[in-house]
T-cell receptor, first 113, second 115 residues
């Protein structure tokens, strides 16, 4: 049974057209993360939510935003996608901050045309 | 800052061969070290971990020993199976500044095991 669910699996958008990726979890975990993984590179943390507390990484572009309307859902919004934003986007959860085991979704592969 | 370097892939082995995937790290503070595995079409999942020097993490026949003196956490398995084909990620967290929730990953190593 999937515990961290990302939809859609593949997303195609146009250059400059806003796009939203979604993540849901059935684990009731406090922390939700968004990672960006480009081809042959390490997953890179964009931001995370600790409950409703949003924590942005210093080098995350302003073009990337996130929303967490409730414990179960978290969204990644890309306001004006560029070609360089094409990547796999990974959502993950952990029980609490400092809890070292992360649970990942299968990811959403974003293409920008 | 923290960083993880793992051996370049892809790695291709025959079934029952011995596997080593090298991982070295640089970190402030006292890192915890992890190996995550990503099977085709699935999310990353924790394979094993070690939280202090000389600890050995093990799971599903895989092992890795936390070597502080060489800043390494190499992944090994004595006899691989076709079902071990996946991408393997080395990762770390540190307790520096309360940011131990943040995983720093290596680039991943693709392993393909042929029958």
């Amino acid at each position: 049974d999937a515990m961290v669910i990302q939809n859609p699996r593949y997303q195609v958008t146009q250059f400059g057209k806003p796009v939203t990726l979604s993540c849901s979890q059935t684990l009731n975990h406090n922390v939700m993360y968004w990672y960006q993984q480009k081809s042959s590179q390490a997953p890179k943390l964009l931001f995370h939510y600790y409950d409703k507390d949003f924590n942005n990484e210093a080098d995350t572009p302003d073009n990337f935003q996130s929303r967490r309307p409730n414990t179960s859902f978290c969204f990644l919004d890309i306001r004006s996608p560029g070609l360089g934003d094409a990547a796999m986007y990974l959502c993950a959860t952990s029980l609490d901050r400092g809890y070292e085991k992360l649970f990942f979704g299968s990811g959403t592969q974003l293409s920008v045309l | 800052g923290n960083s993880v370097t793992q051996m370049e892939g892809p790695v291709t082995l025959s079934e029952e061969a011995f596997l080593t995937i090298n991982c070295t790290y640089t970190a402030t503070g006292y890192p915890s070290l992890f190996w995550y595995v990503q099977y085709p079409g699935e999310g990353l999942q924790l394979l094993l971990k070690a939280t202090k020097a000389d600890d050995k993490g093990s799971n599903k026949g895989f092992e890795a020993t936390y070597r502080k003196e060489t800043t390494s956490f190499h992944l090994e398995k004595g006899s691989v199976q076709v079902s071990d084909s996946a991408v393997y990620f080395c990762a770390l967290t540190t307790n520096s500044g309360g940011s131990n929730y943040k995983l720093t990953f290596g680039k991943g190593t693709l392993l393909t095991v042929n029958p």
